[in-house]
């Protein structure tokens, strides 16, 4: 909105507002205006949510104990919180005419409203079954399908319809008709993998942080020529607006964290988890990145992966390979406080976010 004021009826007129031809200049802006709003709104909002939800976020009773005791009648739905601030500062900052943007965009909301009606559902059953897994899939899946297909007729013709290697230039794999099936699996995929991270305090927050952090990065080089061409990138014409939005992510989320962090005032639920995860992926998908989000994220891929372990081992043996899945779950019944356990996942998540840096120069 403000890119688009400045460029039509300001910018030739006055120097400063020149700046905002720069993406480095509204990514910094966005940022900061999300993270401001978060800080703002969310003592107001975390009110309102204790008012209408009065008893908190239903706890699992096959969870941990310390669950039950711990964190009944926290609120829940604090995704709200981070998607007003996402989509307030992305709206402000970032170029509207730009189609990535709006099918991120597209992606972030669809998923967080399929996240809401899961938290919606849980919290007036009093239980914690919410929307029918084959709904909530269905959403996802239609939702990544259209995503996928809408971004793949704006890319390069060269790139639409490949996957690429992070190590490897010149190695791209043709997947023709199949890409929007592959870019609705790596949306929902990430989706529901951020979703089954986000079970401790700030858990999931600071992991979407550092992601979201890396791929404004690779947005801003892979939409750059310049840049793409020096380090072998493959270029994505327009992919660069989408380093405001990671940037205003990346906002939203610390704004989140002040209030997410141990011990929890509120936690974001189904609607903050299912909508980050399915922008970060929606984000990959536009940047012909999605290996690479498989290492950044990797936090995310690893607690899915101990969750399909657990399920398909207990399902042939009637034993359990963890003592309880989600991973951070196993290493709460080991006897880890919640704290270490968090810390020690963020300390994961800063070494993958570096390592899937260091793809972008290992060509």
Not at 40 to 53: A, F, S, T, Y
Not at 101 to 126: E, M, N, P, Q
């Amino acid at each position: 909105m403000l890119y688009t004021l400045v460029a039509h009826h300001v910018h030739g007129h006055i120097s400063f507002f020149n700046l905002f031809r720069y993406i480095t200049f509204r990514a910094g802006g966005a940022c900061l205006t999300a993270l401001v709003i978060a800080l703002v709104l969310g003592n107001p909002v975390i009110r309102e949510l204790k008012r209408i939800q009065r008893e908190g976020q239903p706890i699992r009773a096959l969870g941990p104990e310390r669950h039950i005791l711990e964190k009944a009648g926290t609120p829940t739905m604090g995704g709200i919180l981070i998607l007003i601030a996402l989509f307030t500062s992305t709206l402000l900052w970032a170029d509207l005419q730009n189609g990535f943007v709006w099918a991120v965009l597209f992606v972030t909301g669809a998923f967080g409203a399929v996240g809401f009606a899961d938290d919606y559902l849980k919290l007036s059953r009093r239980n914690t079954d919410g929307v029918s897994k084959t709904t909530r899939l269905s959403a996802e899946f239609g939702t990544s399908l259209i995503a996928g297909w809408w971004m793949q007729h704006m890319m390069p013709p060269e790139l639409a319809n490949h996957l690429a290697f992070p190590f490897v230039k010149d190695l791209l794999i043709p997947l023709g008709f199949a890409f929007p099936i592959f870019a609705m699996i790596t949306i929902s995929g990430f989706g529901n993998a951020v979703n089954f991270t986000d079970g401790l305090d700030g858990l999931a927050t600071v992991p979407v942080v550092i992601a979201a952090f890396v791929f404004a990065l690779i947005s801003y080089l892979v939409g750059n020529h310049v840049f793409a061409d020096y380090l072998q990138l493959h270029a994505v014409p327009g992919t660069g607006e989408l380093a405001v939005f990671c940037a205003a992510l990346v906002g939203a989320g610390l704004g989140f964290l002040w209030f997410n962090a141990p011990p929890a005032a509120v936690f974001m639920g189904d609607t903050g988890s299912l909508s980050l995860g399915g922008a970060l992926g929606a984000v990959a998908v536009a940047v012909k990145h999605e290996l690479v989000l498989c290492i950044v994220g990797g936090l995310f891929v690893i607690e899915t992966l101990s969750v399909i372990i657990q399920v398909f081992w207990y399902k042939r043996t009637k034993k359990r390979v963890f003592l309880m899945a989600p991973l951070h779950h196993h290493f709460e019944k080991k006897g880890w406080q919640e704290p270490k356990i968090v810390i020690r996942f963020w300390i994961v998540s800063v070494v993958l976010g570096l390592f899937g840096l260091a793809t972008l120069k290992l060509r």
